[in-house]
């Protein structure tokens, strides 16, 4: 029996309403993933499939409904609770996509080679990805992560290279 390995698509953030829809910050660009079945994640515990009613988008975000959650205390309960799938749900993608899951962990260069750190996290805010690059000193970058700033990503070498925005790594690598 092989292992499954799951990929975080959301984190529920709060209840919607008092019939047990759960508001979540979704950051997938498929909305298929939504339906059938999710796996949620209460901090270290082990995933628990859940089928889904219902998933429909509400101001950048997601509402689910869950069938084992009819009530507000229910939802109140799943906040903070990753939402999770199976990597082999995850559709298969074109020569130019990546999943952020393969980002994490790679060094990140400069456009003259130079490496500023490693992938560590990632932020979403109002659709916008941001990735955490922490530098060699633990200093923490937050990059927009946009086509206009990412040069190149190559999967094999495990590098990204990157063109900041102009002061964008003084804010953040200047001594204070």
């Keep these: 029996m092989t292992e499954t390995h799951f990929i975080e698509i959301g984190l529920i953030v709060k209840p919607h309403g008092l ?28 995933p628990v499939e859940h089928k889904v009613v219902s998933s429909r988008p509400h101001k950048g975000q997601e509402l689910l409904t869950l069938e084992s959650c009819r009530d507000r205390n229910c939802a109140e309960e799943l906040r903070n609770v990753k939402v999770l799938v199976p990597d082999v749900d995850l559709p298969e993608l074109t020569e130019e996509e990546v999943y952020l899951h393969q980002l994490e962990g790679m060094t990140v260069l400069l456009e003259d ?31 927009p992560a946009t086509e206009e700033f990412v040069r190149n990503i190559d999967l094999e070498e495990e590098t990204i290279t990157i ?14």
């Design 19 to 46: 019939r047990g829809e759960v508001c979540v910050n979704y950051f997938a660009d498929s909305p298929f993933l939504l339906k059938g079945s999710v796996w949620l994640q209460k901090g270290k515990s082990n």
């Design 113 to 143: 080679g130079s490496k500023l750190g490693r992938i560590t996290a990632f932020q979403f805010n109002l659709g916008a990805e941001v990735w955490v690059i922490t530098t060699e000193d633990k200093k923490e970058v937050l990059f």
């Design 163 to 176: 063109a900041p925005p102009p002061g964008l790594l003084d804010i953040y690598l200047s001594e204070k």
